[in-house]
Structures are given as structure tokens and as C-alpha cells.
């Protein structure tokens, strides 16, 4: 539909501003039978030119849920592809014609704001070893069991499980991929609010164990984790499963002030840091393979590099804790979570 192009268009050069979404959302409205069609096609333009700029479809949804409401997201997921389709949902949710527009209205100058960004290149895989996908089904029931249970002792084998499992997958990894065509990618991983930097340094922390490396973009809510394809799985599961254990010690802790819990993350992060390396470098040292330090070696320079390629300018920030109550309870969540087998 022309004639709603031109107003969306209107509606981003404003800066999504109320007037001009509300003409553009009273343009699609007054489209007919058509008018979920037509914002469908625009958001499907407007997503190429998204991943022209370097956004992939799920930091799209990312940023709805980081800057919008959660039915603005539901309305991202019915404007993409395999959504149920934006006449559907406004069906289900009983929202007039209107309302709706306009919902997808804003969620579109959002998607128009976005600057350009670094794209991402995709790991290169090495054949895959035998087991691979039982070993992964394996440390996603640990971590799960780790994160379900009420009692830290068994969390914290839970954990050193994983992590071992977790490292020594890589080193199987690294050792089939020597000498292939093999090399590392890149992926985004949310960082939910609050507590943004906290969250970014425990998935540093997590990272580096795994043989990655982090970058953080503040301005829109995730690292990018360069890395291996294994190790990249890595680091997504444990990050996942460490900020759930860390969600659950923070509600056994006496205060709920800002600081506490930011000082608490800190804290947790740093040591989690601390016992992800040890578990790491003592499976590592168990290892008999000769040729494993020249390959490990490598794989660590390709990482570097090509972290440097896609971030040639990087600027490193501190993170300090305020609340020493908070510090102390954060270092000895972690200490609970201990990764030690």
C-alpha cells in the first residue's frame, strides 16, 4: 500500500512522534481487508534493510522488548516471518484496527532507528565427532538440574559437571577441527536489564573460560561473543544456567537494594571467573593428547583476530561494588557454584 509507505515514512523522519504515528496507524486502519498484508510487507522491507545494516531477526525482537511493551513484541512476532500473522493477533487480543496499526506502526520507526552495526559471520563447523549431540543433551540435563534443585551442594557438582563436560567437548572439538577450514564466528547474547554491566561481566566470565572472547554493547542490551561453534554453545548454555542460580541466591539475600544486588553480581562474576579457569585448565592438564597446546594455541590466536576484526575499537570499563554485604553474598554464591568435580 502507497499510500501507507509514505506515511510511515512521515512517521520515522519525525522520529516516531504521536501525530505522525497516529496518521500513519489511521492510513493502515483505513486500508480494508488488505491492511495486516500491508504492514506485513513493509516490516518485511524494512527488516531487509535492518539486515542490510546488521541486524539479525532476533536482535530485532530484542530491542522491541528492550524499548517497547511486551505486546509491542507480540506484535514484532506477528509482523516476522512464522508469526501468526497481525490480523490474528489482533483478533486474539481483541484490539480494534487501530490500535493495532499503530502498535506496528512504532514497531517499525523503532526497526527504521537503528544504526549500522557490526554484521556477524557464522562459525565454520569442523565434522561434527562422534557423540557430539549426546554430549550436548547431556550438559543441558546438568545444567538443568542445577538450576532446579534447592540444594547449593548439589548445584555446585551439578555445575563442575557441566563445565568439565563442557571443556573437555572443546578440547574433542578443536583436536578433529585441526587442520580443516574450521575457524570462528560470532553470535549475540542478551543482556537483560537491570544490572546490565554485572550481567555483561559474568558473560566475560564466561566467555574467556570457554575460549571466547566478549564484546559488550551497552547501548543495545548484548555482547558479542566470538568464538567456535562448540565453544559458542558453551558459553549460551552456561551463561544461561549461572544467571538463574545466581537469580535464586539473590533471593535468599537479607537486602533487595540496588547496590546489594549489583554489588552481589559483581562479586559473583569475579569468582565465578576465577573457578570457570580452574576447571578449565585442569581439564586441559589431563589431557595426553602431544599436539594439544599448539592447536589450543591457535584457536585462541583465530579468536583474537577475528574479534579484532570486527571490533577495532573497543573501550574497557570497571565495575565497581558498592555494598559490601552485597559483595560478600555474591562471593559466596559463588564459592556455592563452585566448579570443582
Known sequence: MEE?????????????????????????????EGWAGAAEGVARRVGRECAARGWEAADLLRMVGRELTARHHRVAVALGKGGEGLAALAARERLD???????????????GRLPRITALVAPRHA?????????????RA????????????????LSAKAQHLMARHSIDEALVAAGSDAGPGARRIGVDR???????LLLDAVAAANRC??????DFGFSTVVGHATDLDAVELLYTSLLVQADRALQRGASRSRDFRESFLIAYASRIRERL???????????????????????????????????????????RGRDAEGWRHGHSAADTASFRP
Do not use: H
Not at 12 to 22: H, I, K, N, Q, T
Not at 127 to 139: F, N, Q, Y
Open 213 to 218: 572472547q566478549a564484546v559488550w554493547s551497552a
Open 194 to 200: 537491570p544490572y546490565e554491566g554485572a550481567r555483561a
Open 97 to 111: 484496527r487501530f490500535s493495532a496499526a499503530g502498535l506496528a506502526v512504532e514497531v517499525l520507526c523503532l526497526y
Open 142 to 157: 546438568l545444567l538443568a538440574k542445577a538450576e532446579s534443585t534447592g540444594f547449593p551442594e548439589e548445584a555446585e557438582a
Open 277 to 319: 579457569a580452574g576447571a578449565a585448565a585442569e581439564e586441559t592438564a589431563t589431557t595426553t593428547a602431544p599436539d594439544l597446546l599448539p592447536v589450543l594455541a591457535s584457536r585462541d590466536l583465530a579468536v583474537e583476530s577475528e574479534t579484532r576484526r570486527l571490533f577495532p575499537s573497543t573501550t574497557t570499563s570497571r565495575l
Open 127 to 139: 565434522a561434527p565427532a562422534a557423540g557430539e549431540s549426546k554430549t550436548l543433551a547431556r550438559i
Open 4 to 32: 501507507f509507505e509514505e506515511a510511515y515514512g512521515r512517521a520515522l523522519a519525525a522520529g516516531g512522534g504521536d501525530v505522525e504515528v497516529d496518521a500513519a496507524a489511521s492510513v493502515l486502519a483505513a486500508g480494508g
